[in-house]
């Protein structure tokens, strides 16, 4: 359709320059314009349900539409020696800037509504293609400004060479610009950059690392305090390292508290998955996950990811039934006596007899039992399931509720010394 209203608007113009509009041209563009305006009605923009972001999408796609579009028939007219080149170039140039000028913007502002982020456009199928196609775009823009600047002035001069050269040069922006409409109809078959970052987000993806041709890719579901299941997909190993003949192994450390470092090594799950689940992030805030590949004979594969973990909006379910009296305080620290003070020592600073052997090393419970940085219903599911990455045992058999209640109860008190 574009090509065809443009072809006639052309041919009525150059056959009787001084007649008035053609009709055929703004039957040609009416019913263009309509057509176009369907497409941004189906589009990534109308899902947002936002008018502006659909009238942006509108301006764009018809701007690409009708420079694209008349360049199939100024080649074809251009084959035509009886018609003025230096007439036809100048005109279409101009209708040309006008598009180049609203695609730039429409396409800005398409892209901080779709993409936003860096992360979004380099890690995203949608930020590749945007990607790919804005250097298209710029290599088309620059041809345009060739057969415009360079091109065009010569056309009354050496009109022959002039008009071969030109030609060439539109030959090579058709075929650009087919390979920008396969990046647009890319961009149309996946979801939008910025919102498939989120999607990743939500099942867990926190990065990738790539080094020396190995990938390592790092999930977190659901990357809040607490119990998480933690994931690194490995690729790009040697071939024939494929029994596993390699450790990944995870050290979480948090930002703004000096809990220490907790390392754990994680579980091979498939030929590249390796997995572990636990409460190692175990406070909101931000963490450094480092993953460590170790291989046979080669230096380790070590990456530092920063992770944002959130507030666990269930940590406060499990609240503490137990009133922190003297009763309580005093069963709690018989427990903690028999039970606890080998390895923790007696006030709690991992620095008990049987737990200088140990590694990792027992917690310092004054850090842990500090007010704000753990609810008692984590401490209490501590002590009933194990702290993970340690080899303390699990008390939910050998203790009842009432007594590892006592126990964090009296934990308590380390946390305010």
């Given at each position: 359709?574009?090509?065809?209203?443009f072809l006639a608007y052309l041919a009525q113009r150059l056959s009787n320059p001084g007649a008035g509009p053609a009709k055929p041209w703004?039957?040609?563009?009416i019913v263009m314009l309509i057509v176009l305006l369907t497409f941004s009605l189906q589009s990534h923009a109308a899902a947002l349900d936002n008018p502006l972001a659909v009238a942006i999408d509108w301006l764009h796609i018809t701007a690409m539409a009708t420079w694209l579009g008349g360049l199939l028939p100024l080649f074809l007219l251009l084959r035509q020696t009886e018609l003025p080149p230096h007439f036809l170039v100048p005109k279409f140039s101009?209708?040309?800037?006008?598009?180049v000028a609203t695609l730039a913007i429409s396409g800005l502002s398409s892209a901080f509504i779709h993409v936003r982020t860096i992360q979004a456009l380099t890690s995203t199928t949608y930020g590749i293609a945007i990607a790919v196609k804005s250097a298209l775009f710029a290599i088309i823009v620059g041809l345009g400004a060739v057969n415009l600047l360079v091109l065009s002035p010569r056309l009354k001069k050496s009109r022959e060479k002039a008009t071969r050269w030109l030609r060439n040069t539109i030959r090579t922006e058709l075929a650009i610009g087919f390979l920008v409409l396969v990046m647009a109809g890319l961009m149309t078959g996946v979801s939008p950059a910025f919102e498939a970052v989120q999607a990743r987000q939500r099942m867990g993806f926190i990065g990738e690392y790539k080094d020396r041709g190995t990938n390592l890719e790092l999930w977190i579901a659901p990357a809040r305090a607490g119990e998480n299941e933690i994931a690194v997909d490995v690729d790009g190993l040697p071939s024939g390292d494929h029994e596993h003949?390699?450790?990944?192994l995870l050290r979480f450390q948090p930002v703004d508290v000096d809990l220490g470092i907790t390392q754990v090594e994680a579980i091979p799950s498939g030929s590249s998955r390796y997995t572990v689940k636990g409460s190692y992030l175990t406070i909101a805030g931000n963490?450094?996950?480092?993953?460590?590949?170790?291989?046979?004979?080669?230096?380790?594969?070590?990456?530092?990811?920063s992770v944002l973990i959130q507030p666990n909006p269930f940590a406060a379910a499990l609240a503490n039934p137990v009133p922190a009296s003297n009763r309580s305080r005093t069963s709690g620290k018989n427990l903690y006596e028999q039970n606890c003070l080998p390895c923790h020592g007696p006030q709690g600073k991992g620095d008990g007899p049987a737990g200088l052997a140990l590694h990792p090393p027992p917690a310092d419970l004054s850090i842990h039992t500090a007010p704000g940085v753990h609810p008692d219903g984590q401490l209490f599911e501590w002590i009933t399931n194990g702290y993970p990455?340690?080899?303390m045992p699990a008390f939910g058999e050998q203790l009842s509720d009432v007594q590892r209640w006592d126990l964090v109860n009296y934990i308590r008190t380390f946390g305010k010394r």
């Open positions: 359709m574009v090509l065809l209203g703004w039957t040609a563009a101009r209708l040309a800037l006008t598009c003949q390699h450790q990944i963490w450094q996950v480092e993953v460590i590949l170790r291989q046979p004979g080669v230096d380790d594969i070590r990456h530092v990811f990455g340690s080899v």
